[in-house]
């Protein structure tokens, strides 16, 4: 579990997904992600399939899980 804590208030993520490939991709995963209360950035990266989230708390890995879900891609875990 790749999870700490940035600045005060701040946890950063970093999840594993499977299925992304290109600049769209990234922006659905990072759409569906940042909907979910408390996050406040993230940045997905195609090419390492890696996710990193900044969020005011940690995140319900299934809720993530959803997210990624909802934009057509697999959450393969946490980073």
Do not use: N
């Amino acid at each position: 579990m790749t999870a700490h804590t940035d600045t005060p208030g701040s946890v950063t993520t970093v999840f594993k997904v499977s299925g992304m490939s290109c600049g769209h991709c990234e922006g659905a995963v990072s759409g569906e992600i940042s909907e979910l209360p408390g996050v406040s950035s993230v940045q997905a990266v195609a090419s390492s399939g890696e996710v990193t989230v900044v969020s005011t708390e940690p995140l319900d890995e299934e809720a993530v899980r959803a997210a990624v879900d909802e934009a057509g891609f697999e959450l393969v875990g946490r980073a």
